[in-house]
Each structure stands twice: as structure tokens, then as C-alpha cells.
């Protein structure tokens, strides 16, 4: 069965601080990725996606960045953190072929300070 | 562009009645998905239940249903039986049909279910 893995749950980083939140799959292959923010009581909103290794696509222009070493893994960064970055931050993925709607990590709560 | 829209941003229910949270959608696609997610204080994602837009069976899961008007492009959740365990958040999704599966949601609609 596929499994998605999400980490760190939590995180408190010091404003220009540098960032890196980690998402694997596993189970399944060549899988579209995706990273959404959700501030508190809000909507989804998403940052960026990929549909193969080293695809990048991105929704929203920030001092974020995203990167797809490997077919099942998807990492979000940032150089230097920003007070907005504060934020509910959620994996996702989906089969490349067919529908199959996502399947979310556990999320990673980041507060900026 | 794809919109979904969730016209409730709250609602409560007592426990075991009904409620039905509504959501409308635009696409030009003529084969897509709907889905609902509900989110519960924990902000772990979880799926509730998937639409297909060429079925004009509506999909059930358990106490879960959706009514699905392709024409209007209305798709509301219907909880059955609400339990305390509903209380949460629901987001409206549709993959417009997208080859890259990617959904569009709505803003959602935070359910409470009350005792």
C-alpha cells in the first residue's frame, strides 16, 4: 500500500533562518507531488507541484522554492524565512496516470519568530 | 480558470440529526472529479468521498452522501446521523479534469457538531 511520510510535524525557526521540510512516498511510482499552505482557519493554498524528478512548477512566486531529487521524494525550502511563512504546510500526492484524488501527509506547523 | 466555491463558512449541527454543506464549481470539462475532505482539529487531510462526473449515481460512504447536479455544477455533502467526531473542517475539491490530477479547492466550511 502506498504510505506518504511528512516531516518535521513541528518547527520553530527564527526569522532569515534557512528552512527545508522533507515528503516522501512510498508504494508507488512516478507520483505528482504537490505542497500546499494553509494559514490558521483558512483555505488551501497551493505553492508548488511536480509531475516528474526535477519538474518544478510554481503557483505562487515567494522566497520559497521547491525540488524533486528522487521519483518519491519532494522537499520545500526556503533560504531566508520570512515572519509570512508561518503556516500549516501539507504534502500531497497523486498516481501520474489515472485519478485517484490526494493523499495527504501529516502536515508540518511551522511558526516563524 | 477553475473555481470552487463553499458558500458556508460555518455551520453547527446537533448530534445525531443531518446537515448538508453545499459547494458549486465551474469547468469547461466534461470529464472530471469531485471530492470532500475533512479536516478535524488534528489538520490531518482525510478523504470522505469522491464523485465521478460521468456517473449520475450519487456516491455514498456510510453515513456520508453527496448530491451531484452536473448541470448546475452543485455537489453538497450530506453527514447522516452527525457525530461529535464530524466537527471539522470541509473542503470542497474538483480536478477540473486536469491530466496532472490537480484539485481546486474551496475555502471550506467548518462543521460543528454539538452535543
Known amino acids: 500500500s502506498q504510505t506518504i511520510h511528512q516531516w518535521p510535524a513541528t518547527l520553530v525557526q527564527p526569522v532569515g533562518s534557512p528552512l527545508s521540510l522533507e515528503c516522501t512516498v512510498e508504494g508507488t511510482s512516478n507520483p505528482n507531488l504537490y505542497w500546499y499552505r494553509q494559514a490558521a482557519g483558512r483555505g488551501l493554498q497551493l505553492l508548488f507541484y511536480?509531475?516528474?524528478?526535477?519538474?518544478i512548477s510554481s503557483e505562487v512566486p515567494q522566497n520559497l522554492s521547491a525540488s524533486r531529487p528522487q521519483d518519491r521524494q519532494f522537499i520545500l525550502s526556503s533560504k531566508k524565512l520570512l515572519l509570512s511563512d508561518s503556516g500549516f504546510y501539507l504534502c500531497?500526492?497523486?498516481?501520474?496516470?489515472?485519478?485517484?484524488?490526494?493523499?495527504f501527509g501529516s502536515g508540518t506547523r511551522l511558526t516563524v519568530v | 480558470a477553475q473555481t470552487v466555491t463553499q458558500s458556508q463558512p460555518e455551520m453547527s449541527v446537533q448530534e445525531a440529526e443531518t446537515v448538508t454543506l453545499s459547494c458549486t464549481y465551474d469547468t469547461s470539462e466534461n470529464n472530471y472529479y469531485l471530492f470532500w475532505y475533512k479536516q478535524p482539529p488534528s489538520r490531518q487531510m482525510i478523504l470522505v468521498i469522491r464523485q465521478e462526473a460521468y456517473k449520475q449515481q450519487n456516491a455514498t460512504e456510510n453515513r456520508f452522501s453527496v448530491n451531484f447536479q452536473k448541470a448546475a455544477k452543485s455537489f453538497s455533502l450530506k453527514i447522516s446521523d452527525s457525530q461529535l467526531g464530524d466537527t471539522a473542517m470541509y473542503f470542497c475539491a474538483s480536478n477540473g479534469g486536469y491530466a496532472g490530477n490537480m484539485l481546486t479547492f474551496g475555502g471550506g466550511t467548518r462543521l460543528m457538531v454539538k452535543p
Open positions: 500531497a500526492w497523486t498516481p501520474g496516470q489515472g485519478v485517484g484524488g490526494y493523499t
Open positions: 511536480s509531475v516528474g524528478i526535477g519538474q
